[in-house]
């Protein structure tokens, strides 16, 4: 179920801050995400997105230990996501991309606030953590390993800063209205595996000549 409405009553009490003891509600966590990043209306605005950038990797045990490839990607509402390592349009397959991770698909989806719980089902609110010096609140998928799926929200900004232990969110700047991360580093033993936006564009991709 997306979520397209968000209550002004909802919105004013995850703006406060809460006791210690006084764990905030699976919804008012998402709401709060929802209208950091821009609000439903802006959102359901967007129909399609087009992406492109570069995988950054960053690994001890490979030579060279740095390696840039680029990636394009455009993806629906409907849930398509067509993707390929490469810097040209033209070379984007006409189907799904079924081999993407359940993290990337999420943050390719335009409207990628309203649908967590499409993605991470049976959220539960399972704690509070400092992260990087900021208090996060931490929901946790039911039926998905916590250390991999668990999602971290700022507490003051509303915004996703870690999905899993070892992954996390930077560079949320607007495109089309909505705040998105423009960075996606996944750590591992030994190294960093980086994706990093460099367009984000509401619409179909550009036609190459």
């Known amino acids: 179920m997306t979520r397209t409405t968000v209550l002004l009553a909802t919105v004013l009490v995850t703006a406060a801050p809460t006791l210690a003891g006084d764990l905030p509600t699976v919804d008012s966590v998402l709401t709060h995400f929802i209208t950091a990043v821009g609000g439903p209306d802006a959102l ?17 045990w490979t030579e060279p230990q740095h390696q840039e490839t680029p990636f394009v990607a455009t993806a629906d509402t409907t849930g398509l996501v067509r993707y390929a390592e490469t810097a040209s349009w033209s070379d984007l397959p006409p189907n799904d991309a079924t081999d993407l991770r359940t993290k990337l698909r ?16 049976h959220l539960r609110v399972d704690r509070r953590e400092v992260r990087d010096g900021r208090p996060t609140v931490v929901l946790v998928p039911r039926d998905l390993k916590p250390e991999h799926y668990s999602l971290y929200f700022d507490e003051e900004t509303g915004l996703l800063t870690h999905l899993g232990y070892h992954n996390w969110l930077e560079d ?17 033993k030994g190294g960093h595996t980086t994706y990093v936006w460099e367009e984000i564009a509401a619409g179909p991709p550009p036609e190459e000549d």
Do not use: M
Request: charged share 25%; no cysteine; hydrophobic share 50%.
């Open 172 to 188: 949320w700047r607007e495109a089309d209205g909505v705040l998105v991360p423009h960075r996606f580093v996944f750590g591992r």
């Open 106 to 121: 999420w943050v390719f989806h335009p409207r990628f606030a309203l649908v967590v719980e499409d993605f991470f089902p």
């Open 44 to 60: 359901n605005a967007l129909e399609e997105r087009h992406h492109q950038g570069a995988i950054i990797q960053d690994l001890t």
